[in-house]
C-alpha cells in the first residue's frame, strides 16, 4: 500500500485549471520528485497533500486514511507525521536560529528546555550547521537559511518530507551541498521524501522516481533512466536534447 494514494485531483484557480484529474502514489522510504513547467502545479499538489490548499474534487490517502475533507484539527494531527521545506525558508527574522528550528517541538510535544537543546544542537550537526544557535537569520547566508529552514523541518523527526524548491536561488556549489544533505537524511532519518524542482540535474541526481505533470495531470512517472530513454514525446519536449546530452554525461 502506498503511503500516500491520490486520485483524481482537480484543482482551478477561477478559470485557471492547474490539477485535472491528477493521480499519484508516493511509497515509504522512496525519494519521489515532481517535475513539470512553471505553472504546471507542482507546488499546488504539495500544499493540498499537506492540507494547505482544498482540493475542488478527488481524494488523498495517508496511510491507509482519508484526509481530504479534514478539520483543521484533524489536519494539525496529520501534519505532526510530516515535514515541510518552503520554497523561501520562511524563517521567523524576529527568532534566532535556535527558536526558529525548535518552534514545533514546541508546538508538537512537551519537552524540557534541556531536551530541547540536545535535540537542536543534533538537528543542527545532521546539516552540517553545529554551534549556531544563537545567531539571527539575518546573519546567515542563502544556504544557510535553507540549511536551517531544513533542520526545523526534520527536528520533529517526520515520517515524511516534502520539499518545494529545495535549491532556489542556491549557487552550484550549494545546490550540490543540500542535496547531499536529502540524500543523507533519507538514510540516517529513514524518511519519505517529496521534492518539486526544476532544476532536472538535481532531479536526477537525488531521486529514486520522476513523476512529470503535464495539462493538470501526471503524463509520466519512473526512474530517471527510463526518462532519458523515453520516446514519449511530452518526456522528450520536457527534457530537450541539450539537457538529455548534460544528464547522460553525469
Not at 98 to 105: I, K
Amino acid at each position: 500500500m502506498a503511503l500516500f494514494e491520490v486520485r483524481g485531483l482537480k484543482k482551478a484557480f477561477g478559470r485557471n485549471v492547474v490539477l485535472d484529474g491528477l493521480d499519484l502514489d508516493i511509497y515509504a522510504g522512496e525519494v519521489v520528485t515532481i517535475i513539470g513547467e512553471s505553472g504546471s502545479g507542482k507546488s499546488i499538489l504539495l500544499k493540498a497533500m499537506m492540507g494547505l490548499v482544498e482540493p475542488d474534487a478527488g481524494t488523498i490517502r495517508f496511510d491507509g486514511a482519508e484526509v481530504t475533507g479534514q478539520t483543521e484539527q484533524q489536519w494539525f494531527e496529520t501534519r505532526q507525521r510530516i515535514g515541510m521545506l518552503f520554497q523561501e525558508s520562511a524563517l521567523f527574522d524576529s527568532l534566532d536560529v535556535f527558536e526558529n528550528v525548535c518552534y514545533a517541538l514546541r508546538e508538537r510535544t512537551s519537552m524540557t528546555e534541556e531536551e530541547l537543546a540536545k535535540r537542536v544542537a543534533e538537528t543542527l550537526s545532521l546539516v552540517a550547521l553545529p554551534g549556531i544557535e544563537q545567531m539571527a537569520p539575518s546573519d546567515l547566508s542563502g544556504g544557510m537559511r535553507k540549511r536551517v529552514a531544513l533542520a526545523r523541518a526534520v527536528a520533529v523527526r517526520p515520517e515524511i518530507i516534502f520539499y518545494d524548491e529545495p535549491a532556489e536561488g542556491l549557487d552550484p556549489i550549494n545546490v550540490t551541498r543540500v542535496n547531499r544533505l536529502l540524500l543523507g537524511l533519507q538514510q540516517t532519518l529513514n524518511v519519505t521524501s517529496v521534492v518539486v524542482t526544476h532544476n532536472l540535474k538535481a532531479a536526477f541526481a537525488i531521486s529514486d522516481r520522476l513523476a512529470l505533470i503535464h495539462d493538470g495531470r501526471i503524463s509520466a512517472t519512473g526512474a530517471p533512466e527510463t526518462f532519458l530513454e523515453s520516446d514519449d514525446p511530452i518526456v522528450r519536449e520536457f527534457i530537450g536534447d541539450r539537457m538529455r546530452k548534460v544528464l547522460r554525461a553525469g
